[in-house]
């Protein structure tokens, strides 16, 4: 994805994630876990569970609805990382990683059964397949690093200005040129 | 001697007070010149500049010789210095308040700080004919300040509109710093810190004055000499100012650059781990093509958890008892304790894994102890594991246990590559 369309593209999620001042990356997690239902226009499950192999699968499931696993990682933060790269591979339109099913199920199950599935993407199952998933991973750290830099602004700029102090903290901290 | 000295402390501060002006300046020409904060804080720097060239003795003399007045530079540097303290207490109530009612006080202070310049021209005129024969190049106000009671009255209407306009300002910024630091807005308020010490400089002067001319009329002169050198402390307010002017652009470029020194010490003490991680689990890494440190700092972490997440199939938990007890010997405590376990069951998982022999503890992860913090927490923890893992205390604890597991390992090993 070229640099201009991918500013847009994350702008146009983080905008989507409407995050609240001082999410946490459980949070922010529980908000990209939303977005899959628009941009993949299918009702989406996502869940932590162990995963054998992968960090993140991503499955249709025969009613049409989908799954998103997601490896149970000690940190939200990386939990987070998996999911913007499942994530990234559905803003990135990519052709699907067909993988066996019954392999699938045995690293799942029981949320998956067999027959059920078609895999779109597994984080980690990128043998042949390296760009593909070199383009995710990125534009998973992209999406990551807009969360971080939104969660720092909003956390600076949430509290509330004394008031009567609006117009000092304005001449102070707008941007260079702007200021008194 | 007394005179270069004089000459040095005014005319060296002048050029900082000039480059402030000119900063400020170029502020107000792209804004197009309508914010009357900014003139006003213009107008202050302007005054401060000119008061204090004025004030060296040199000056003195010059403008005696342009002007033909002796003692020209008195009412002149005084004046200067009078509309300095009315317009920074302008400058601040105009940033404080919103503009009707900043502009009522302001109003005030222009009326009040105009009477008082005033005042002071008719007195210095009112005093002309009898202090114009002897010439005094530093201590005017002094020297006359006992016989002469329009030179008195100089001196208290000066010393009166200095301390209420220092004063204000120096009680209004620092509140507001108090106010603006607990929001969290950090650089703000230091900078409004700054501007409540700019007037302190020119307060103590006035102060010492007043302190000086009480002696004076109660009879003692040992403090004069300290009076006509008390308007050198002014003009050290213009360390303070620069401070405070540029603090609001460049102290979040200091803070960021303290934060990416920060992070290339952060991500020199994950490197160890790092190239373990990469050589042995070479597919969860993504060549570091973009130099931005921060960028590479996430990079690490997201390397490092997916070796954890990979190594999970490989876990021991003997390893991690084995070396709680050893670091707890060696008196670890807390997240170092923490970091050493993490290590040892790295590290044996990492030489199971080589040797394709999966341990079978495959423990859920808790989800009330999954770790929610910043990324800074996260790459701290990350770095006392990599401090950790080449420690001799995850060494003869991952040793030991692989002492007692040697048998089938090496069996099983014997029999694959058989």
């Given at each position: 994805m070229a640099e201009s369309p991918r500013r847009e593209t994350i702008s146009e999620v983080i905008d989507a994630l409407d995050l609240a001042p001082n999410s946490t990356y459980a949070a922010a997690f529980d908000k990209v876990g939303k977005l899959f239902d628009r941009y993949l226009g299918q009702p989406t499950t996502?869940?932590?569970?162990?995963?054998?192999?992968?960090?993140?699968?991503?499955?249709?499931?025969?009613?049409?609805?989908?799954?998103?696993?997601?490896?149970?990682?000690?940190?939200?933060?990386?939990?987070?990382?998996?999911?913007?790269?499942?994530?990234a591979h559905v803003l990135l339109g990519h052709t699907p990683v067909e993988l066996d099913a019954e392999d699938v199920v045995s690293h799942v199950a029981p949320h998956l059964t067999p027959g059920m599935v078609?895999?779109?993407?597994?984080?980690?199952?990128?043998?042949?397949?390296?760009?593909?998933?070199?383009?995710?991973?990125?534009?998973?750290?992209?999406?990551?690093?807009?969360?971080?830099?939104?969660?720092?602004?909003?956390?600076?700029?949430?509290?509330?200005?004394?008031?009567?102090?609006?117009?000092?903290?304005?001449?102070?901290?707008?941007?260079?040129?702007?200021?008194? | 001697m007394k005179l270069t000295l004089f000459n040095a402390s005014y005319l060296a501060t002048a050029p900082v007070w000039a480059a402030i002006l000119a900063f400020k300046m170029r502020d107000l020409r792209r804004k197009g010149w309508t914010t009357p904060a900014l003139w006003a804080l213009c107008l202050s720097v302007l005054a401060a500049t000119l008061s204090s060239i004025s004030a060296a003795p040199a000056n003195n003399t010059l403008l005696h010789q342009l002007t033909g007045i002796v003692h020209f530079a008195v009412p002149w540097c005084y004046s200067w210095a009078t509309l300095y303290a009315g317009s920074t207490l302008a400058t601040v109530l105009l940033w404080r308040y919103p503009p009707a009612r900043a502009w009522r006080s302001v109003r005030w202070i222009i009326l009040g700080y105009s009477t008082t310049i005033v005042t002071l021209i008719a007195l210095f005129v009112a005093s002309y004919d009898t202090t114009r024969a002897d010439e005094r190049l530093t201590d005017w106000d002094i020297h006359y300040a006992t016989t002469h009671p329009t030179v008195s009255a100089f001196m208290l209407a000066y010393i009166t509109a200095m301390t209420v306009g220092t004063t204000a300002q120096a009680y209004q910024c620092w509140s507001a710093s108090r106010a603006v630091r607990a929001t969290g807005r950090v650089w703000t308020a230091r900078t409004l810190r700054w501007f409540a010490i700019v007037p302190l400089w020119p307060l103590a002067s006035v102060l010492v004055k007043f302190v000086v001319l009480i002696t004076l009329w109660c009879g003692t002169t040992h403090l004069a000499p300290i009076g006509a050198a008390a308007p050198a402390i002014s003009v050290l307010g213009s360390i303070p100012m620069a401070i405070a002017i540029l603090l609001p652009s460049w102290g979040p470029r200091l803070a960021r650059l303290r934060d990416s020194i920060v992070a290339w010490r952060r991500y020199h003490q994950l490197r160890p781990l790092l190239n373990v991680v990469r050589q042995t689990h070479p597919t969860s890494a993504l060549p570091d093509r973009r130099q931005d440190v921060h960028r590479r700092l996430h990079r690490a972490v997201v390397e490092l958890n997916d070796w954890q997440l990979a190594l999970a199939p490989h876990r021991d938990s003997r390893v991690g008892r084995r070396a709680e007890r050893l670091a707890c010997e060696a008196g670890l405590t807390g997240a170092a304790l923490t970091a050493t376990i993490t290590a040892a069951q790295l590290k044996a998982a990492a030489h199971y894994q080589h040797h394709d022999h999966p341990v079978g503890e495959d423990i859920p992860a808790d989800e009330d102890q999954v770790r929610d913090g910043d990324p800074a927490e996260e790459q701290a923890a990350w770095a006392r594991v990599a401090r950790a893992y080449h420690s001799r205390i995850v060494d003869r604890a991952v040793a030991s246990v692989l002492t007692e597991t040697a048998a089938p390992l090496t069996a099983g090993h014997g029999d694959a590559a058989g």
């Amino acid at each position: 994805m070229a640099e201009s369309p991918r500013r847009e593209t994350i702008s146009e999620v983080i905008d989507a994630l409407d995050l609240a001042p001082n999410s946490t990356y459980a949070a922010a997690f529980d908000k990209v876990g939303k977005l899959f239902d628009r941009y993949l226009g299918q009702p989406t499950t996502v869940v932590c569970a162990p995963l054998v192999g992968y960090s993140g699968i991503t499955a249709v499931l025969s009613d049409d609805t989908a799954v998103v696993v997601v490896a149970d990682s000690p940190s939200w933060y990386h939990r987070l990382h998996i999911l913007c790269h499942e994530f990234a591979h559905v803003l990135l339109g990519h052709t699907p990683v067909e993988l066996d099913a019954e392999d699938v199920v045995s690293h799942v199950a029981p949320h998956l059964t067999p027959g059920m599935v078609q895999i779109l993407a597994g984080r980690s199952a990128c043998e042949g397949d390296e760009d593909t998933e070199r383009d995710a991973e990125q534009l998973a750290d992209d999406l990551v690093t807009a969360i971080t830099e939104h969660r720092q602004k909003t956390r600076r700029n949430n509290a509330p200005v004394p008031c009567g102090l609006t117009r000092l903290v304005d001449s102070f901290e707008r941007p260079r040129g702007a200021s008194a | 001697m007394k005179l270069t000295l004089f000459n040095a402390s005014y005319l060296a501060t002048a050029p900082v007070w000039a480059a402030i002006l000119a900063f400020k300046m170029r502020d107000l020409r792209r804004k197009g010149w309508t914010t009357p904060a900014l003139w006003a804080l213009c107008l202050s720097v302007l005054a401060a500049t000119l008061s204090s060239i004025s004030a060296a003795p040199a000056n003195n003399t010059l403008l005696h010789q342009l002007t033909g007045i002796v003692h020209f530079a008195v009412p002149w540097c005084y004046s200067w210095a009078t509309l300095y303290a009315g317009s920074t207490l302008a400058t601040v109530l105009l940033w404080r308040y919103p503009p009707a009612r900043a502009w009522r006080s302001v109003r005030w202070i222009i009326l009040g700080y105009s009477t008082t310049i005033v005042t002071l021209i008719a007195l210095f005129v009112a005093s002309y004919d009898t202090t114009r024969a002897d010439e005094r190049l530093t201590d005017w106000d002094i020297h006359y300040a006992t016989t002469h009671p329009t030179v008195s009255a100089f001196m208290l209407a000066y010393i009166t509109a200095m301390t209420v306009g220092t004063t204000a300002q120096a009680y209004q910024c620092w509140s507001a710093s108090r106010a603006v630091r607990a929001t969290g807005r950090v650089w703000t308020a230091r900078t409004l810190r700054w501007f409540a010490i700019v007037p302190l400089w020119p307060l103590a002067s006035v102060l010492v004055k007043f302190v000086v001319l009480i002696t004076l009329w109660c009879g003692t002169t040992h403090l004069a000499p300290i009076g006509a050198a008390a308007p050198a402390i002014s003009v050290l307010g213009s360390i303070p100012m620069a401070i405070a002017i540029l603090l609001p652009s460049w102290g979040p470029r200091l803070a960021r650059l303290r934060d990416s020194i920060v992070a290339w010490r952060r991500y020199h003490q994950l490197r160890p781990l790092l190239n373990v991680v990469r050589q042995t689990h070479p597919t969860s890494a993504l060549p570091d093509r973009r130099q931005d440190v921060h960028r590479r700092l996430h990079r690490a972490v997201v390397e490092l958890n997916d070796w954890q997440l990979a190594l999970a199939p490989h876990r021991d938990s003997r390893v991690g008892r084995r070396a709680e007890r050893l670091a707890c010997e060696a008196g670890l405590t807390g997240a170092a304790l923490t970091a050493t376990i993490t290590a040892a069951q790295l590290k044996a998982a990492a030489h199971y894994q080589h040797h394709d022999h999966p341990v079978g503890e495959d423990i859920p992860a808790d989800e009330d102890q999954v770790r929610d913090g910043d990324p800074a927490e996260e790459q701290a923890a990350w770095a006392r594991v990599a401090r950790a893992y080449h420690s001799r205390i995850v060494d003869r604890a991952v040793a030991s246990v692989l002492t007692e597991t040697a048998a089938p390992l090496t069996a099983g090993h014997g029999d694959a590559a058989g």
